[in-house]
Every structure is written in C-alpha cells, then in structure tokens.
C-alpha cells in the first residue's frame, strides 16, 4: 500500500474516465498523485495526454471491476483535515471483502468515542472505492450512509464477496 499524501492545493488537474458496471467514474490527478474520484452521469471531454497515475488509476479500477485486483496500489494525493487523512488511511487498513463498523473504525484509529466524526470524514472521502469506504457499516451490520447511493454499495460489497469466493481454493480430499 503505499502513503497517502496530504496535499495543500492543485497544480496542474487531468481527468480520465471510466465507464464501470456501477455508472461513470470520473478520475482526477495530478502530475503525481490521484486527487478525486466521483460518479458522473457521462463523461466529459477526453483529455489525450494523461499523466501515468491517471492512466494507473484507470486501468487498476477497471482491473478491480473485471474482478482481477483486490488492492490498489496508487499514489494519492488526498487534502484534509490531519483527521480526515487519519481516517482514510484506517479505511485503507479494511481487508478486501471485509467490513467494520464506524465505531470499530473509530477504535482502529485511536479515537473509539469519535465514531461520529469518522463517519463525517468517511463522508468526505474524494477516493470512493480506492480508500474503500463502502466497506463500513451501521453497528448492527446495516448499509448505512454512502454518498453514490447504497445501492452501489450494495453492489460493492456484493461485487467483492463474489471475488473472495472465486479466488478461494477447495482442498482436495485426501
């Protein structure tokens, strides 16, 4: 996994698309870092020269769709609070496949009362999927609170569980 980077403003942004099985997602980069992935309702103008993270990003996403990547390995450049940044790096922590609660969340980042504000900052999250925040969930294990809607969190969580499963070998009986 490698560090996020906590960045102060923009220079130069590219974006690249992809069109997934769950809607439009728009990337956004730097020269050296991933900043910002969102749903859109259709795809902007193409850019032509895209600097390798973006062009990194886009392959790694479509890889993680077709079911052939369960970690992400990009450069990130995110911008937030020392909070915020702390959080998603616990986010980053969840295993494939796996989820935990706000308030486990908030335990695993050293401020177990604070679940609330875990849940703002997982709110804010500008790399949905990436910094996987779709896999926190309600105290009582219910899909609760995912800005792209919970149907697409659904859809994650369910796309992940269906790739764990495949990629898990039956022992052959002796």
Known sequence: ??????RESE??????YLESRIGVLEIRADRDDVLEIAF?????PVQTRLPECL???????????QGERTEFELPLGLRGTAFQVQVWEGL??????????YGDLAGAVGRPRA????GQANNKNPLPIVVPCHRVVGGDGSLTGYGSGIWRKEWLLEHEQKVK??????????
């Open 55 to 65: 062009s990194l990003a886009i392959s790694q996403l479509e890889e993680y769709f």
């Open 11 to 16: 220079t130069d942004v590219f974006t690249g």
């Open 165 to 174: 499963n495949e990629n898990v070998t039956t022992p052959i009986p002796a």
């Open 40 to 44: 859109v309702r259709e795809r902007g």
């Open 115 to 118: 679940f609330r504000a875990v």
């Open 1 to 6: 996994m490698r560090p996020i980077h906590r």
């Open 92 to 101: 980053r922590r969840i295993p494939f496949a796996e989820t935990i609660s």
